[in-house]
């Protein structure tokens, strides 16, 4: 029994070796961001909470490392990264004029207008919009042009406490169209008081700009730390084909 246990030590020691290599090499942690409801991208009801938090899992997962999330409002969870309570939040689409970093796309964004079938809204520029009163939500980026449009005046808009509100209103004619991601429409129709109206609304067939989503961190050493973490596991598979496989039962 012992020459059997001398003949195995080396194998174990070898077993042990390679292990304490790896751990050494890779140190699980767990990456704490902010999100919104904002489904089917995020949301605390949705299955893993959302498309977005599964991709950005997915991403982690080849490290090792895991994702936390705090949901709040968007205001206050954009503010969290900027006042340093937490490392990264997300989703947000990318703006070159901001200090903070931005992860490679967790997703994509078609933004278009939803509107009554009875009254399609007919436009080739952006200063077309400015004869339609646009449904947006406060605090939300919509496009350069349609934010400048807003914040001179020309444009004329009134502001909803979120896409289903906004939806309502449109359907009762408050309103003249909305600017909403195209995924977050379909998804909104599962919800009965939406379902009801659904039938009076439509897509404008003008996308108004495709995006893409991002996480949002820190300009710290931190921050980048995280933000390469996450861009080196987003390379290791098709975000895209990920996003749609997802959106496929939601649809």
């Given at each position: 029994?012992?020459?059997?246990?001398?003949?195995?030590?080396?194998?174990?020691?070898?077993?042990?070796?390679?292990?304490?290599?790896?751990?050494?090499?890779?140190?699980a942690d767990t990456l704490e961001?902010?999100?919104?409801?904002?489904?089917?991208?995020?949301?605390?009801?949705?299955?893993?909470?959302?498309?977005?938090?599964?991709?950005?899992?997915?991403?982690?997962?080849?490290?090792?490392?895991?994702?936390?999330?705090?949901?709040?409002?968007?205001?206050?969870?954009?503010?969290?990264?900027?006042?340093?309570?937490?490392?990264?939040?997300?989703?947000?689409?990318?703006n070159p004029s901001s200090e903070?970093?931005f992860s490679e796309p967790i997703?994509?964004?078609?933004?278009?207008?939803?509107?009554?079938?009875?009254?399609?809204?007919?436009?080739?520029?952006?200063?077309?919009?400015?004869?339609?009163?646009?449904?947006?939500?406060?605090?939300?980026?919509?496009?350069?042009?349609?934010?400048?449009?807003?914040?001179?005046?020309?444009?004329?808009?009134?502001?909803?406490?979120?896409?289903?509100?906004?939806?309502?209103?449109?359907?009762?004619?408050?309103?003249?169209?909305?600017?909403?991601?195209?995924?977050?429409?379909?998804?909104?129709?599962?919800?009965?008081?939406?379902?009801?109206?659904?039938?009076?609304?439509?897509?404008?067939?003008?996308?108004?700009?495709?995006?893409?989503?991002?996480?949002?961190?820190?300009?710290?050493?931190?921050?980048?730390?995280?933000?390469?973490?996450?861009?080196?596991?987003?390379?290791?598979?098709?975000?895209?084909?990920?996003?749609?496989?997802?959106?496929?039962?939601?649809?």
């Open positions: 029994m012992m020459d059997a246990l001398l003949k195995r030590t080396p194998t174990l020691c070898i077993c042990f070796m390679l292990a304490m290599c790896l751990s050494a090499g890779v140190k961001l902010s999100t919104i409801e904002w489904p089917p991208f995020t949301g605390s009801a949705l299955p893993k909470h959302g498309i977005n938090s599964e991709i950005i899992t997915q991403a982690l997962s080849y490290q090792g490392h895991t994702l936390a999330i705090g949901i709040l409002p968007w205001n206050r969870a954009s503010r969290t990264v900027k006042t340093g309570q937490v490392i990264g939040y997300y989703p947000t689409y990318y903070l970093l997703g994509a964004s078609p933004i278009v207008l939803i509107e009554r079938k009875s009254n399609p809204i007919i436009w080739d520029k952006a200063s077309d919009l400015n004869h339609y009163e646009l449904g947006v939500l406060k605090g939300y980026i919509n496009t350069v042009e349609i934010d400048d449009m807003i914040a001179n005046g020309s444009q004329k808009f009134e502001t909803g406490i979120d896409e289903k509100q906004n939806i309502l209103k449109l359907a009762a004619g408050r309103i003249d169209a909305i600017i909403m991601d195209v995924n977050v429409f379909e998804y909104l129709k599962s919800d009965p008081q939406v379902a009801k109206v659904a039938p009076l609304l439509q897509v404008n067939p003008k996308i108004v700009q495709d995006k893409t989503l991002h996480i949002t961190f820190n300009n710290t050493q931190e921050g980048k730390k995280w933000c390469d973490t996450v861009n080196q596991g987003l390379a290791q598979f098709d975000v895209q084909a990920m996003q749609d496989a997802l959106l496929k039962p939601v649809k």
